[in-house]
């Protein structure tokens, strides 16, 4: 039986985008005669992940670690390479593969920053169609786990990030996803509440049995978290 949950074969992404010296000359000039300059953002690069495994994903600032992540889920297509997530091919964006996987990124925010907490989840629980008396069994489960029920009646824009961070991560769990990507999920935060959501993300791999991919600049994170390690590196840009 296969166990493996993704696997990733010779995958490569390049960018072309548009490039041009100062100046108003070159910015005239650029309408008749543009330069381009080909940004390979990751470049064949191959590795498998089993089913409820979690797995640190490290590299150097540029070496393409988020847009891995986002070919992975979905956001973005690949420029070659083959790549199956939960059994299906992400950037086909399905209905049953968006209900299996969830996305956190730690610089940028999905919930409405005018409504408390609470009325995000419900919105987020009726586009998933998670049955109510499912939705509220997870929600006060996850709740719980983060001690955060203090918080669900408050904007979101007055609270502190980490209050915000904890929000993000229910927000996504609460139809219980098969993989969860999280690109930097603790960015920012105080060593208090690194601690807390690294013991939530351990405690929910645990008990979910989900396969989670990790990419943090923060060693405490992957040390704690992430029983084995991909590493990626830099490629470069090629002016035509």
């Known amino acids: 039986m296969d166990t493996l949950q993704i ?28 330069a381009y300059c080909d940004v390979k953002a990751i470049e064949d690069i191959s590795f498998s992940i089993e089913e409820g495994d979690m797995v640190g994903f490290l590299g150097p600032n540029g ?8 070919v992975l889920a979905g956001l973005l297509y690949p420029t070659a390479g083959e790549v199956r997530v939960a059994g299906f091919i992400p950037w086909k964006r399905e209905a049953a593969y968006l209900r299996s996987i969830s996305m956190v990124m730690g610089n940028k925010s ?17 586009i998933y169609r998670v049955p109510p008396a ?6 006060e489960e996850l709740v719980e786990m983060l001690d955060m029920e203090d918080i669900l009646s408050k904007p979101v824009r007055t609270l502190s990030l980490g209050e915000r961070m904890k929000c993000e991560l229910v927000s996504v769990l609460l139809y219980c996803p098969k993989v969860l990507f999280l690109d930097e999920p603790t960015l920012g935060l105080d060593i208090s509440t690194q601690r807390r959501l690294r013991q939530f993300i351990a405690e929910y791999n645990r008990c979910s049995g989900a396969t989670v991919i990790l990419t943090s600049h923060y060693m405490a994170d992957v040390v704690a978290l992430c029983p084995r390690v991909i590493m990626i590196h830099l490629r470069y840009s090629r002016v035509t």
């Open 110 to 126: 999905q919930m409405n920053w005018d409504i408390p907490p609470r009325d995000s989840f419900r919105v987020q629980g009726a």
């Open 63 to 70: 070496a393409g670690k988020t847009t891995t992540l986002k």
């Open 7 to 34: 696997r990733v074969n010779h995958l490569s992404k390049t960018y072309r985008v548009p490039v041009r010296d100062a100046g108003l000359l070159a910015s005239v000039k650029s309408i008749w005669s543009r």
């Open 134 to 139: 499912e939705l509220n069994r997870t929600l």
